[in-house]
């Protein structure tokens, strides 16, 4: 019986500190949204320029111009989308929309 209860204690421990864990990890995740953005951008434009190497030098100009902004929305759902933005060079009523599945 006493061994019963020590391997359920054990288990009971170790579901609780893999639960613990991972919500740190997550919490650490979500509050840190710059980072994570950042890595899977970084990824993003290396599939781009393997995919379209007729897209850097366009994509370059725009980042020496400072035309490109990180952008987060909410939905009304509250799920943040998160998007490039491409600034025109000048004022106008039109936008151009991208977006990929």
Same mark, same amino acid.
């Given at each position: 019986?006493?061994?019963i209860?020590?391997? &359920?204690v054990a !288990?009971? /421990?170790?579901? !609780?500190a893999? =639960?613990?864990?991972? *919500?740190?990890?997550?919490l *650490?995740? *979500? =509050?840190r949204p710059d +980072?994570?953005?950042?890595?899977k951008? !970084?990824? &993003?434009?290396?599939?781009?320029?393997?995919e379209? $190497?007729? /897209?850097?030098?366009?994509?370059?100009s %725009?980042?020496?111009a400072?035309?490109l +902004?990180? @952008? @987060?929305?909410?939905? $009304?759902d509250?799920?943040? %989308?998160?998007a490039?933005?491409?600034? !025109?060079? +000048?004022? @106008?009523? +039109?936008?151009?929309?991208?977006?990929h599945?």
């Amino acid at each position: 019986m006493k061994r019963i209860v020590r391997i &359920s204690v054990a !288990a009971v /421990l170790v579901v !609780a500190a893999v =639960l613990l864990g991972g *919500s740190f990890y997550m919490l *650490s995740y *979500s =509050l840190r949204p710059d +980072r994570v953005m950042a890595e899977k951008n !970084a990824d &993003s434009y290396k599939y781009m320029y393997e995919e379209y $190497p007729f /897209l850097e030098p366009w994509v370059d100009s %725009l980042t020496r111009a400072g035309a490109l +902004r990180d @952008t @987060t929305i909410c939905d $009304p759902d509250g799920l943040r %989308l998160h998007a490039i933005y491409a600034a !025109a060079p +000048r004022p @106008t009523d +039109r936008t151009a929309v991208i977006v990929h599945g």
